[in-house]
């Protein structure tokens, strides 16, 4: 039987098949991992065939692993230089981001983005907490609306208090497989919930001596959303994260998952331009003609420079 994974739990799955019956699965003993070099052999979102076991469980052998047509990794949290796949099979992604309590960093964001456009997943950005805003806060939301519209992301202003912008992200769910992801204590499950209710995921807020969310999911986990006519698809929530670190993406290559660079790809004097300190370098004298905006600039020496440190 062919069927999805909704849940992993480590060496446990949870799998719903075409006939939206859902099995409890494992891993067949001899199963050949030949090639899988991440953290995690499977992932929510893989697709995989299922033979029941011979008892009254609902428990199944997982004995293969169809090809994904792409995923989203992550360094591992507790393998440095291993990778982590978040989810697989996704139709796009979904990233929450807060201005205040907590704070999400650009540079998290711009590794986010790099990812999806390294695994060619359309990425949206969900900014949250929008009552919380106050000068400061209006304003950094208006200057990077402005710098990420440029180069082609959308953004979604959005509120779970207040209610703005919901309407607007549950219109771009239906008929998609959506990633969900942030920091802890953005507010993605009580998004979540407050689009739809009858999943009654836990929330918990910010810790108070130090600012930074606290982890109410474990694990990734897909949920079929509610049917509203034609097909409502499907969200994966996923557990907070501190920090994302890229992997399996070179310093050569980094540059090509910037939009606003790639625009500028093969027009500098050097074909290995890093776009650093060469002379003839495009892309830096296109930050300097305002065409590329220097936080987004900044942002990939950071990146950059934490690629060779790790020797990626």
């Given at each position: 039987?062919?069927?999805?994974?909704?849940?992993?739990?480590g060496?446990?799955?949870?799998?719903?098949t075409?006939?939206?019956?859902?099995?409890?699965a494992?891993?067949?003993?001899t199963f050949?991992?030949?090639?899988?070099?991440?953290?995690n052999?499977?992932?929510?979102?893989?697709?995989?065939e299922?033979?029941?076991?011979?008892n009254d469980e609902?428990?199944a052998l997982?004995t293969?692993?169809?090809?994904?047509?792409?995923?989203?990794?992550?360094?591992s949290?507790s393998?440095?230089?291993?990778?982590h796949?978040?989810?697989?099979?996704?139709?796009?992604?979904?990233?929450?981001?807060?201005?205040?309590?907590?704070?999400?960093s650009q540079g998290?964001?711009?590794?986010w983005l790099?990812?999806?456009e390294?695994y060619?997943?359309?990425a949206?950005?969900l900014?949250?907490?929008?009552d919380l805003y106050r000068?400061k806060?209006?304003e950094r939301y208006?200057?990077?609306?402005?710098?990420?519209?440029?180069?082609g992301y959308?953004?979604?202003?959005m509120?779970v208090?207040t209610g703005?912008g919901l309407?607007?992200v549950?219109?771009?769910?239906a008929g998609k497989?959506s990633?969900l992801s942030g920091h802890?204590?953005?507010?993605?499950?009580?998004f979540?919930?407050?689009?739809f209710?009858?999943l009654?995921?836990?929330?918990q807020?910010?810790?108070?001596w130090?600012?930074k969310?606290?982890?109410t999911?474990?694990?990734?986990e897909?949920?079929?959303?509610?049917?509203?006519g034609?097909?409502p698809?499907?969200?994966?929530d996923?557990p907070?994260?501190?920090?994302f670190?890229?992997?399996?993406?070179?310093?050569?290559?980094?540059?090509?998952?910037?939009p606003?660079?790639?625009?500028?790809a093969g027009q500098?004097?050097?074909?290995?331009?890093?776009?650093?300190?060469?002379p003839?370098c495009?892309?830096?004298?296109a930050?300097?003609d305002?065409?590329?905006?220097?936080?987004?600039?900044e942002?990939?020496?950071?990146?950059l420079?934490?690629?060779?440190?790790?020797?990626?």
């Amino acid at each position: 039987m062919t069927g999805k994974v909704y849940k992993s739990t480590g060496s446990w799955y949870v799998v719903k098949t075409e006939d939206h019956a859902t099995w409890n699965a494992r891993l067949r003993g001899t199963f050949k991992l030949d090639g899988i070099t991440s953290t995690n052999p499977l992932a929510v979102g893989d697709d995989v065939e299922i033979e029941p076991e011979n008892n009254d469980e609902n428990t199944a052998l997982i004995t293969e692993i169809h090809s994904r047509k792409n995923y989203i990794n992550r360094q591992s949290p507790s393998h440095r230089l291993q990778h982590h796949i978040v989810a697989a099979n996704i139709d796009q992604s979904l990233l929450v981001v807060t201005l205040k309590e907590p704070r999400t960093s650009q540079g998290f964001i711009d590794r986010w983005l790099a990812t999806c456009e390294a695994y060619h997943v359309p990425a949206i950005l969900l900014f949250n907490k929008s009552d919380l805003y106050r000068k400061k806060e209006e304003e950094r939301y208006a200057a990077w609306k402005k710098m990420y519209e440029h180069i082609g992301y959308r953004l979604i202003r959005m509120s779970v208090h207040t209610g703005e912008g919901l309407d607007e992200v549950r219109g771009l769910l239906a008929g998609k497989i959506s990633l969900l992801s942030g920091h802890s204590g953005v507010g993605k499950s009580s998004f979540l919930n407050a689009l739809f209710p009858g999943l009654r995921l836990k929330t918990q807020g910010v810790s108070g001596w130090s600012g930074k969310g606290i982890h109410t999911t474990t694990f990734a986990e897909m949920f079929d959303l509610p049917p509203d006519g034609g097909d409502p698809g499907r969200i994966i929530d996923t557990p907070g994260m501190r920090e994302f670190g890229l992997v399996d993406i070179s310093r050569q290559e980094l540059s090509g998952y910037f939009p606003e660079m790639r625009a500028l790809a093969g027009q500098c004097q050097f074909n290995n331009c890093l776009h650093l300190e060469e002379p003839g370098c495009k892309v830096k004298q296109a930050v300097i003609d305002g065409q590329i905006d220097p936080e987004r600039y900044e942002s990939y020496v950071s990146i950059l420079g934490s690629i060779e440190e790790n020797n990626y």
